[in-house]
């Protein structure tokens, strides 16, 4: 079992940045890929960047270049999304997510998922 409490969403002018936080605890974390789902109104919810201590971090192609998914290496149970030149389009609910066997854009479907942190980005 994983809990998972994300924090630092709010708003901000395109152009800025922000950093999303998501405290993690449970048994065995670093064996599992750790991510960021995002939702906006009226659309899917979608993958946008994954980690796992397996190898490179993954991101959606909108995000590329923008968006970064560190993890804490000491500990692996924080999780951060760092979000730079936000776009409206970049507003949403963001979710962090734990999958015990799938990770990777395409491919992780989330086995626990924290509660959500709201990112308004204006133009």
């Known amino acids: 079992q994983v809990q998972l409490v994300e924090s630092g969403g709010g708003s901000v002018q395109a152009g800025g940045s922000l950093r999303l936080s998501c405290a993690a605890s449970g048994k065995n974390l670093p064996l599992y890929c750790m991510a960021w789902f995002r939702q906006a109104p009226g659309k899917e919810r979608e993958v946008v960047a994954t980690s796992n201590s397996h190898g490179p971090p993954t991101y959606v192609d909108s995000v590329k270049g923008r968006f970064t998914i560190p993890r804490d290496n000491t500990k692996l149970n924080w999780l951060y999304l760092e979000m730079v030149s936000q776009k409206p389009e970049d507003t949403a609910m963001y979710y962090c997510?734990?999958?015990?066997?799938?990770?990777?854009?395409?491919?992780?479907?989330?086995?626990?998922w924290g509660q959500g942190t709201q990112v308004t980005v204006s133009s």
């Open positions: 997510a734990a999958d015990e066997s799938r990770c990777g854009i395409g491919y992780i479907r989330g086995d626990y």
